[in-house]
Structure formats: C-alpha cells, structure tokens
C-alpha cells in the first residue's frame, strides 16, 4: 500500500527512506521537487514524486484519485518555519492552516483513513499567559502561543484533533523538536541551518561556532522513523505526541558533542541569543516522551554526539562524490 507524504524535504526525505525500509511506497508531494536532494536520502527509482501544492485542492485531488493511498504523512510548511513566519505571518498563516485543512478535507473526501500531521516543540516552548490556573471561566485560563508560527501550529493541532473528533478520520500529530539532518536542498528553520553550518565550519576549519542557546533536538533519522510510527501505530485516542533526543542540549552540551563526535575541534560559543526565531526550549524540563516510546515504540537512536557523528560522515560522503 502507498502513503502520501506532502513535503519532500529535511524530515519528508527519511520519512520515505523509513516506509521504503517497512515495505511501503511513498508517494511525495511537493510545490518544488528537489529530486537531486531527495536522491542522497532515497532511492528515486522505488518512490513516485508529483509536484503539487496544498493550497490547491486540485492538486490533492489527482495525487489521491488512483487509490489506494492508506494514509497521508503532512510535513510542509511555509519556509523557515518560526523566522519566516515572523516576516511573513499572513503567508504562513495561509500555508500552514489552511494548507493542513486541505489535507483533512482530502483525506474525508477520498476516505483516506489515517493522518499524521507534522507539529513543533514550540507549543511547548512558545507560550506565554495562563495566569488563571486553567480556571475556564477565566479570561486567561490557559497559555497562548506568543509567535506566529506557534499560533499556527496550535490551530492546526486543533483542526486534526476536531477533523478527527467529527468526521471519522484517524489523525495524529507528532511534536518536532529543533530538526537537524542529513539534506543538500532548501527548507528547515533557523536552528538547521544553525546546527549545518557548525558541523561545516568544524569539518573544514577545525573551529566551531556554538550557538548560545540551549535547545531541545531531534535528528532527521530519529524524527522519520517516529513519524512513521505515529503512522503505524494502533491507537484510539492519543493523538499528540512529542519527538527528540530527550533532554534540551546547552551550549556547554554542544561543545562537549561536537569534541566527542570530530576529535580535536576547537570550539567557540558565542554571545546569548534570543530563542524567538531559534525555535529554543525556554524552560529547562526535556519533552517528555513517555507517551511516544509507551504506545508508539519510539526511542531516539541519536543523541547530540552521535547525531553529529553521523551528520559529519555524511558531510565526509558528499565531499568524496
């Protein structure tokens, strides 16, 4: 059976290595194909790539009236993720919302069964407010998001659990910690870039730039393999479930990973930053993962030092190509 994975990005790219490795064929749908980057993560000649976007329910319609799709894995989102959502709210707004609302409403009409939507950490970070203890007849009895980017995700988290609640489709959403990972192409939010150009700066120059913040991880690898399982998983009501290495990493953490992963490197952290755009845990409490590895089997198999590991091989394997 195909499923459909709307993003063939950082996370869409080992979301398909993963269903290949389980005997599935995915079908990725994107607005800009990166077939040379998708390429390095997956093999092109197992999976189908059409270019479509979800801002066109046309386009969802031709990727699902052949059938047989048994479910359908939402990772796109407007570029940079928090900081392009900060210039350009009104886009991202109109992306991420309504771009998750196509998916549902495509899933109802062609009875897709099962939804996995791409969420972010930042519901947990982001928030501000709840001064009146969750008191619902209080003004403000709960947290809101404080960045255009978290607002949208919260909306959407309640579109799935509501398209799930009223109109007979399985949806679950899967809270992505910072993303790091193996991808030659466009797309992820600052702190990829961030955690790409640290890892670089250390394979060429021997010197690193930490960044000042302490932030909550996940691997691509890790991230694909849990999104899958969401996917896979035989559950009736828990429907949100958080994803990373487990524990935020502080920018002492980092520098010790970065030595322990490329021996001899020289690090620098620099000044403190801010976390807005940085996508940063503003509290010191990990994500808690007991519902993740208890009812879908998940367990991160990269923390920060093999992480960076496996991504400076890479870098390794790209340079010898």
Known sequence: MAVLVVGGGLVGSQIARVLLERGKTPIIFDRIPQPQALGGIVDLSRITLLQG?????????????KGGIEGIIHTAAYPML???????PYDAIEVNIMGAANILEAAVAFGVPRVVIASSSVLSSHVSGGEDAGNQAMEEAFPRPITFYAATKQAVESLGDNYA????IDVRMVRYAAVAGPWTGVGGGEPTNVFRAMVEGALKHGKADIPNVKIEWIYSRDAGLGTVLALEAKIDRHRVFNLSMGAPTSPEDMAAAIQAAIPGIETRIGPKIGTATMGGATFDEPLELGRAKSILGYQPAYPMTEAIRDYADWLKSLAKN
């Open 53 to 65: 976007d979800v801002l066109r329910p046309w386009d969802l319609v031709s990727a699902l009236r």
């Open 82 to 88: 928090t900081a392009g959502a900060q210039l350009h």
């Open 165 to 168: 609640r009223w109109k007979g």
